[in-house]
């Protein structure tokens, strides 16, 4: 029986899996990566026993139509991410609207129908998206690197990058200056844990925000805003963008992202610093932990004799 199983399939995955597989291995978790083409092997494997696990990482899919999601769900106790909950949270509409109803701030949204559901769509107004904004698809992922459009045709030339699904325009957010740093932030949520950081959206670069740039830019209503996005979406392991534009005002302007690109710093130049990598490693670890042994006062876990069983239990 394994402590904790981590399914994945993206080549860029290799260095938070070894970063994992560390922390578990700090923590007498017994976890295995199953990747790329053996993932396809899954359900037939956890059907069959020859493959068990208390915890599940799923870092494989991308729909419903990935013939594990069924199995997974089906013989795996606990899940980071529920699939329903996490296959709502990629839509950006449907999170547009959530965080507006719990008060959040959120850029104005103009929606489009996809271009095969309507090929042809007459010209809307789109005065309150300003003098320029982002386009991008319903679905899609991160911020990422967007150019600022600034007409009504380059919205509807960029439905043919995204045939299948809707269209979104926002205006575009200027962040005002802390310092000499734009404030915008890429935070992420852990199971509880949030971590913050400068991203800056020009640049992508991220930098771990410190406990004196907290107090000094008064940065605590990020945590408090992450944390109800996390109560919102009910996913434990996700990012999202939040800026303080020149108005003073904290929006969220990147909802829910999950997976997370979780390239490090070390390897790309805009990637997750590796200390964060690290501290959701951990957090990760800690959680599978938890539920091989469920927190109880009156005892305590013995490491010697935990990693003895990790050592007998196999697939």
């Known amino acids: 029986m394994l402590d904790l199983l981590v399914l994945w399939s993206w080549e860029y995955d290799i260095e938070f899996n070894q970063l994992l597989a560390q ?62 909950l996490a296959h709502r949270a990629w839509n950006k509409p449907t999170l547009h609207y959530l965080l507006m109803q719990h008060g959040l701030r959120v850029p ?26 982002s386009v991008k698809g319903a679905h899609s992922g991160g911020s990422g690197v967007l150019s600022a459009k600034s007409s009504w045709r380059e919205i509807v030339a960029a439905r043919a990058q995204w045939p299948e699904d809707e269209t979104i325009a926002q205006p575009w957010v200027e962040p005002m200056l802390f310092g000499e740093r734009r404030a915008w932030f890429r935070l992420f949520y852990c199971l509880s844990q949030v971590m913050v950081c400068w991203a800056d959206d020009q640049t992508h670069v991220q930098t771990p925000v410190t406990e004196d740039e907290v107090s000094r830019w008064q940065l605590q209503p990020l945590y408090d805003m992450m944390r109800e996005i996390a109560s919102i979406c009910g996913l434990n392991l996700f990012s999202t963008e939040i800026a303080c534009d020149l108005h003073s005002q904290w929006v969220v302007v990147d909802y829910v992202n999950d997976p ?13 610093p590796d200390e964060v ?15 091989k042994h469920p927190i109880n006062k009156h005892s305590a876990i013995n490491p010697q004799k935990h990693t003895k069983q990790c050592a007998d239990e196999a697939i």
Not at 50 to 76: F, G, I, K, N, P
């Open 108 to 133: 104005h949204m103009l929606i489009l129908p996809s271009l095969l559901a309507q090929p042809v769509i007459s010209k809307v107004d789109i005065c309150q998206l300003g003098g320029k904004f």
């Open 260 to 272: 997370c690109d979780f390239r490090p710093k070390s390897m790309v130049y805009n990637g997750v």
């Open 23 to 84: 922390a578990c291995a700090a923590q007498t978790v017994c976890v295995a990566f199953v990747g790329e083409e053996a993932v396809a092997a899954v359900p037939q494997q956890l059907a069959n026993g020859a493959l068990r696990a208390r915890c599940v990482l799923d870092r494989a899919w991308d729909d419903e139509t990935h013939s594990h999601v069924a199995a997974v769900s089906q013989y795996v106790p606990h899940i980071v991410n529920d699939y329903a």
């Open 277 to 291: 990598l690290g501290q959701i490693a951990q957090y990760l670890a800690g959680w599978a932990l938890a539920h």
